[in-house]
Structure formats: structure tokens, C-alpha cells
């Protein structure tokens, strides 16, 4: 059975950090483009930091720009996120995507949920001011 499990989140003050984790099983991630998605309270769940296939290629949303780290270990079949200096509007539920058909020239308008293939369960991050 193919899956994507979270891990890592948590609750954390104001300007704390977490890291998370996203390991594959049942299939192997290496050849996919993989996301980090997120869901805040009360809105839709958005699509957000993007890595290719190799790493080489990243993309951030603005509002995380040098907080946030995506990364991945394909020997490992597992994808990071490393989130520094957390605030209160970063409180939402975190999922990984893979993508399997997306090309890394592709990834800057991977924006949009359909475009992934496969979804984690999701961890809750909980920033509190």
C-alpha cells in the first residue's frame, strides 16, 4: 500500500522551530516532485513549498521565504521541512504531496492540488503568541 506519513508537528511558541518529516512507503518518492501543502483553520488547504525530484529546484511561498527549508533524502524516501521562526498564522495542519507527473519546470506553477498524486494524513502545528 502506498503512503505518505507525517511527522514532527506540534505545538510551539511564537519564534520557535519544527522540524517535520514526510516518509514514503509503498512506493518510491525519488522520481516524484513533492510538496508541502497546508490547511489553516476555517480556509482551504494550500500548496506551498516544492522541491523537484533531484532537490536542486525549490520553490517558497512569500510568506515563508527564509523561514522555511524544503529538503529531501532519496535514499531515505523522505521529504523535510525545516520551519524556523514560527508565527501564529503558520498554526495549520501539514501535508505532503507527491506529484509524480510534474516536470521541475513546472514546479513555480505547481500551485494547485489536482496536480499532485498522492496525500499524507497530515500533522498539526500549533503556534501559540
Known amino acids: 500500500q502506498e503512503q505518505l506519513v507525517e511527522s514532527g508537528g506540534g505545538w510551539v511558541q511564537a519564534g520557535g522551530s519544527l522540524r517535520l518529516s514526510c516518509a514514503a512507503s509503498?512506493?518510491?518518492?525519488?522520481?516524484?516532485?513533492m510538496a508541502w501543502c497546508r490547511q489553516a483553520p476555517g480556509k482551504e488547504r494550500e500548496v506551498g513549498e516544492r522541491i523537484s525530484r533531484s532537490g536542486s529546484k525549490t520553490y517558497y511561498a512569500d510568506s515563508v521565504k527564509g523561514r522555511f527549508t524544503i529538503s529531501r533524502d532519496n535514499a531515505k524516501n523522505t521529504v523535510f521541512l525545516q520551519m524556523n521562526s514560527l508565527k501564529p498564522e503558520d498554526t495549520a495542519v501539514y501535508y505532503c504531496?507527491?506529484?509524480?507527473?510534474?516536470?521541475?519546470?513546472?514546479?513555480?506553477?505547481?500551485?494547485?492540488?489536482?496536480?499532485?498524486?498522492?496525500w499524507g494524513q497530515g500533522t498539526q502545528v500549533t503556534v501559540s503568541s
Open positions: 504531496a507527491a506529484g509524480p507527473s510534474l516536470l521541475t519546470t513546472q514546479l513555480m506553477d505547481a500551485g494547485a492540488g489536482h496536480m499532485y498524486d498522492y
Open positions: 509503498g512506493r518510491t518518492v525519488s522520481s516524484d516532485a
